[in-house]
């Protein structure tokens, strides 16, 4: 599959979004056939968007001493150890703090604790943190994450997916379109892939096939 041959579908897309003042994301929607969505086909993948989502997300970090002084120059959302702990008499506040975030990352040598303390909250809600090795490069990890997006199958079979926003280039989005494709396909094979739809958050859904 090339992205280049449904370019036109996701400018169709675009055009249809109607007159708004605020960017709208452009969602593909992938609807499934023939598939046990909640056994061998079931998904949960995180997918790096090769040119990215257009727009600027929350991720949280947890993490201490250096980790945590670079961390906070990509991230606002960034708890150290006993700032971690502090939120764990309060479960209201840490379902408040979990909600502004897409999704965490956390110094490796913490995800014990985390699961211990933050796991009750961050666990249903899928977004148990990715271990970051202590001497790893946390800045560009985060900026990895703000560049992925989660693939959960629940109970429907179909996914919907940000891929870009209305303002980048089609071309673009196709590239990322392309990408998710390609990950899902690991899982479930093409001919189990009813249909493909591109849409803006506002506007109405192109069939690309």
Not at 61 to 69: C, I, Q, R, S, T
Not at 99 to 113: I, N
């Amino acid at each position: 599959m090339d992205s280049k041959d449904f370019t036109p579908k996701i400018e169709e897309a675009i055009g249809k979004k109607g007159e708004r003042k605020f960017k709208q994301t452009v969602e593909a929607i992938f609807n499934f056939t023939g598939v046990e969505i909640e056994g061998a086909h079931k998904l949960n993948l995180n997918v790096t968007l090769p040119k990215g989502r257009g727009k600027d997300i929350e991720i949280g970090v947890f993490g201490d001493g250096d980790f945590n002084v670079k961390a906070k120059k990509a991230s606002k959302h960034v708890l150290s150890k006993d700032e971690m702990e502090s939120y764990g008499s309060n479960k209201r506040k840490m379902r408040t703090y979990a909600g502004q975030c897409y999704s965490f990352l956390a110094q490796a040598d913490m995800m014990g604790l985390i699961g211990k303390t933050w796991g009750i909250v961050l666990g249903p809600r899928g977004k148990m943190p990715q271990p970051i090795p202590q001497n790893a490069n946390i800045e560009e990890a985060i900026k990895r994450a703000k560049n992925t997006v989660r693939i959960k199958t629940k109970k429907m079979p179909m996914i919907q997916v940000p891929v870009g926003t209305d303002d980048m280039g089609a071309q673009d989005i196709a590239d990322n379109v392309l990408a998710v494709y390609t990950s899902i396909e690991r899982v479930i094979q093409k001919e189990n892939i009813k249909s493909l739809y591109v849409k803006t958050t506002m506007g109405e859904a192109v069939r690309i096939w």
